[in-house]
Antibody, heavy 120, light 107 residues
Framework: QVQVVESGGRLVKPGGSLRLSCSASGFLFTDYYMNWIRQAPGKGLEWVASISGSGSTTAYAGSVLGRFIISKDNAKRSVYLEMSTLGIEDTAVYYC?????????????WGQGTQVTVSS | DIQMTQSPSSLSASIGDRVTITCRPSDTIDSFLNWYQHKPGKAPKLLIYGAVNLQTGVPSRFSGSASGTAFTLTIRSLQPDDFATYYCQQGYSTPYTFGQGTTLEIK
């Protein structure tokens, strides 16, 4: 069965950097986009970034463009989110999800999330 | 960016009630509209994709529809497990924006 598991979240100081990892199994990894979505405390869901099955196409939310980089290692069946110049506003639970883009795109399998806290 | 306006922001209902949640995009998204259910501490769950398609394993009391530029999630005969926060999301173009969410509470 499809499984998605995030890791790497922790407490980090403002201005710092952090790399989140997402390990996927149960499907042909190179056939699917993957994406990151976050939820800040008391807020709704916010789409963050996506990457194509080959890794050649990426997209970002305006709020993270230039600070976050999404990448993947198909041999390790893993997706990464490299976050830099972190601000308090980046405090959130970060979810990794498979993105099924057969026509339109929807996140059909999600991980449980990893907590990122930006605080001095 | 396409803005998604979701209403209401909160809703109180009783077991067995029928409820509807509406989502309006700021620009055309064809029928590329998804609905998710989210409970605290859990992973969000895809309910409906392509405006009207029920995700595998989701109970048939959930349904999606489209009329003009508005999209609607309907839950027939509310069950205790349905009390959660619901989000729409457009899957038409990046950034894949979400609505603000609708919190469904027990009356």
């Amino acid at each position: 069965q499809v499984q998605v598991v995030e890791s790497g979240g922790r407490l980090v100081k403002p201005g710092g950097s952090l790399r989140l990892s997402c390990s996927a199994s149960g499907f042909l990894f190179t056939d699917y986009y993957m994406n990151w979505i976050r939820q800040a405390p008391g807020k709704g869901l916010e789409w963050v970034a996506s990457i194509s099955g080959s890794g050649s196409t990426t997209a970002y939310a305006g709020s993270v463009l230039g600070r976050f980089i999404i990448s993947k290692d198909n041999a390790k069946r893993s997706v990464y989110l490299e976050m830099s110049t972190l601000g308090i506003e980046d405090t959130a639970v970060y979810y990794c999800a498979r993105l099924d883009c057969g026509g339109d795109c929807q996140s059909d399998y999600w991980g449980q999330g990893t907590q990122v806290t930006v605080s001095s | 960016d396409i803005q998604m306006t979701q209403s209401p922001s909160s809703l109180s209902a009783s077991i067995g009630d029928r409820v509807t949640i509406t989502c309006r995009p700021s620009d055309t998204i064809d029928s590329f509209l998804n609905w998710y259910q989210h409970k605290p501490g859990k992973a969000p769950k895809l309910l409906i994709y392509g405006a009207v398609n029920l995700q595998t394993g989701v109970p048939s009391r959930f349904s999606g529809s489209a009329s003009g530029t508005a999209f609607t999630l309907t839950i027939r005969s509310l069950q205790p497990d349905d009390f959660a926060t619901y989000y729409c999301q457009q899957g038409y173009s990046t950034p894949y924006t979400f609505g603000q969410g609708t919190t469904l509470e027990i009356k």
